[in-house]
């Protein structure tokens, strides 16, 4: 299938950051023309006032969390894991996850995303979702030193590296190795998980340094703080995904530059769960660090919408620091788009032969208007409603707001008996 954008403002993201009005054509999955008028057919023409940017890539989201939205609100993230969520995740089921993470990827395909890195039980299963629902994603086979309804922790490393070759040669999955955390992994479990990503030369992603509480725990158990158990046990490398480090120092904002690691910033999860600390941003990016954004799970955000991440990612900073300039609206551009594209191997642009993941934005819409700096209104005025077309690998996942490839009302019909399932409750719906 090909697709025409006429007439379109394309954020191209490109080394300038380029900005102009230009037709772009799709074809074979790749950008295959960008200029003034593109003279051939297509199998489909998408017209209108819109902007074209390079898809959104989400580093850190938990995906079957959807079904738990709403569910133990306004508690401190400790409280919130060990009497609501992780109880609750003892009694999941393939199909219950396989629910949940459709109506996850169908909340990101309609605003935006075109490329996930996931972390959760059941990842197999994810994984299959994912690709039959054609999102480009980064699974992570999530280990843990307790039992969970999937498995038994013991069987979790060779259930990986069963995971990792079933995955590794496909096109739109690649498979990650996921170990929960330095608090819920001990020394030798986050040594076996880093081996088995250097074997496998495939990415490793953990959270870190995420409450002051995680901090302290971690010192009094091991003697060292989250990022330097990291580091010991061999999995800290240029394919090291960190999420949230919102209490990290300064000489750890210079260890993860120095490692090439990433770091996955989720403001509006770490600000509903008060974690406290702030992700330093701005000393990141100083030290050249890779920082990213991400959604974390529906559970504690509570939507999947990147663009509304963007907008807090610049926002929280201004504040924080009393400055308005320590982040700009093009940073957080980059840091949700190219940055994270870049880190994962991924085409970064919408430019001519690069992959065709594509957001389109509509910009006939109260909210955008009037248009005088399109980084500006992308970041501080989007919103995942204004997305219109969503494209993966130069296929329409979302197509002028209708799904070609899955039934959207079954998905969400599905969802919420899922979630009925799962969750002992008032049902409203």
Request: with cysteine; hydrophobic share 45%; proline share 4%.
């Amino acid at each position: 299938m090909s697709i025409l954008i006429r007439d379109a403002l394309v954020l191209t993201q490109d080394a300038e950051r380029s900005i102009a009005c230009k037709d772009v054509f799709i074809e074979d999955g790749r950008i295959a023309e960008i200029s003034s008028r593109v003279p051939v057919e297509a199998s489909y023409v998408i017209t209108g006032r819109n902007l074209v940017m390079p898809g959104l890539v989400n580093t850190h989201t938990h995906l079957p969390m959807t079904l738990m939205r709403g569910y133990g609100d306004d508690l401190p993230l400790e409280q919130w894991l060990t009497q609501k969520i992780w109880p609750v995740e003892q009694r999941l089921t393939a199909d219950l996850v396989a629910a949940g993470a459709r109506l996850a990827l169908l909340e990101m395909v309609a605003s935006g995303t075109t490329c996930v890195a996931d972390m959760y039980f059941f990842e197999d299963t994810i994984a299959r979702i994912c690709r039959e629902m054609g999102m480009r994603a980064f699974p992570g086979f999530s280990i843990i030193d307790f039992d969970t309804a999937e498995m038994a922790a013991e069987e979790m490393i060779p259930a990986c590296e069963a995971f990792l070759r079933q995955w590794r040669r496909d096109d739109l999955i690649s498979p990650v190795v996921a170990p929960h955390s330095t608090y819920s992994c001990s020394p030798e479990t986050l040594s076996a998980a880093a081996e088995l990503a250097r074997r496998y030369d495939v990415y490793l992603h953990t959270h870190c340094s995420e409450t002051r509480q995680e901090v302290y725990e971690v010192v009094e158990r091991y003697g060292c703080r989250p990022l330097e158990q990291v580091e010991k046990t061999g999995a800290l490398s240029d394919k090291t995904i960190l999420a949230h480090c919102g209490w990290i120092t300064k000489e750890e904002v210079r260890t993860i530059a120095r490692a090439g690691a990433c770091v996955s910033h989720n403001p509006v999860s770490n600000m509903k769960l008060a974690t406290g600390g702030y992700t330093p941003l701005p000393e990141l990016l100083a030290a050249g660090a890779t920082v990213t954004l991400g959604t974390d799970g529906a559970a504690s955000n509570n939507t999947l919408d990147l663009l509304e991440s963007m907008k807090y990612a610049a926002l929280i900073h201004k504040h924080h620091r009393w400055d308005a300039t320590v982040v700009s609206a093009q940073q957080v551009l980059d840091m949700a788009t190219v940055n994270a594209a870049r880190f994962l191997g991924l085409s970064a642009t919408v430019t001519e032969g690069a992959a065709a993941d594509l957001a389109v934005i509509d910009l006939d819409a109260p909210g955008l208007l009037p248009l005088h700096d399109p980084v500006s209104q992308v970041v501080y005025a989007a919103q995942g409603g204004h997305v219109s077309s969503t494209i993966i690998n130069g296929k329409p996942v979302m197509l002028e707001r209708a799904f070609p490839l899955f039934d959207a009302q079954a998905v969400m019909d599905h969802a919420r008996q899922a979630a009925h399932q799962l969750v002992d409750g008032q049902r409203y719906f």
